[in-house]
């Protein structure tokens, strides 16, 4: 069965570093999304993205903040000068159609996530 | 804005059953359910639509209330595996899925 993959599953970095997590989403899937969970609390949106391009993105998706997609399979979430706060679960997720559009491949699918650590 | 879920925490008898409430306050497209286990992933359930059918996944199941906003998740017969968070999702004129706080659900033998 198809699935996102996600890397690294944990990742630590110093207050101020940049950080890249990367993902992978399934492969007839044309919408990605990345969340973020902060230990023990909901998970947020964070951004979608399609046609390689953003299509929302929460007010916690700042300047420091960047996705890409590099290739025909990755999909990226870049942090340029990682703070404390920002020390969460980041889970991608994909679907093969958006959330306003029909019941089937509406869904979203996540990853397992990556673990951020910032010191 | 977020919707609101509750109860904030259940504890159950294996069989025994339970309603999660998810509501907004805002007109919504569709609502999405989603069960996550300690360390792990969101893992989808169903989604529910403005206009849609009663979902069902195995013996758990779904309704939206479109007037109310409102939509409930119903667990029958309640599993060991059904213990986790549940988290409801609503997508409404923002075209982005927004989660609940959810719901920790505790099923003990």
């Known amino acids: 069965e198809p699935e996102v993959t996600q890397t690294p599953s944990h990742q630590v970095t110093q207050m101020g570093q940049e950080v890249i997590l990367r993902c992978v989403p399934i492969?007839?899937?044309?919408?990605f999304y990345w969340y973020r969970q902060i230990l023990g609390q909901k998970v947020e949106f964070l951004v979608s993205?399609?046609?390689?391009?953003?299509?929302?993105k929460s007010e916690i998706f700042d300047d420091q903040f960047s996705v890409e997609r590099p290739d025909g399979s990755n999909f990226t979430l870049k942090i340029r000068s990682t703070k404390l706060e920002d020390s969460a679960m980041y889970f991608c997720a994909s679907s093969r159609d958006y959330p306003t559009k029909g019941l089937a491949g509406n869904e979203q699918f996540f990853g397992p996530g990556t673990r951020l650590t910032v010191l | 804005q977020q919707p609101v879920q509750s109860p904030q925490a259940v504890i159950l008898r294996e069989g025994e059953d339970a309603v999660i409430n998810c509501s907004s306050s805002?007109?919504?497209?569709?609502v999405h359910w989603y069960r996550q286990k300690h360390g792990e992933a969101p893992v989808f359930l169903m989604i529910l639509l403005k206009g849609g059918e009663q979902m069902r996944h195995e013996k758990i199941s779904a309704s939206f209330n479109e007037k109310k906003q409102q939509s409930s998740l119903y667990l029958t017969a309640s599993q060991l595996s059904y213990s986790g968070t549940y988290f409801c999702?609503?997508?409404?004129?923002?075209?982005?899925?927004?989660f609940g706080s959810g719901t920790q659900l505790t099923v003990l033998p």
């Open positions: 993205f399609y046609n390689n391009e953003i299509s929302e």
């Open positions: 805002k007109a919504l497209y569709s």
């Open positions: 999702g609503t997508v409404g004129s923002a075209r982005q899925l927004t």
């Open positions: 492969s007839n899937h044309l919408y």
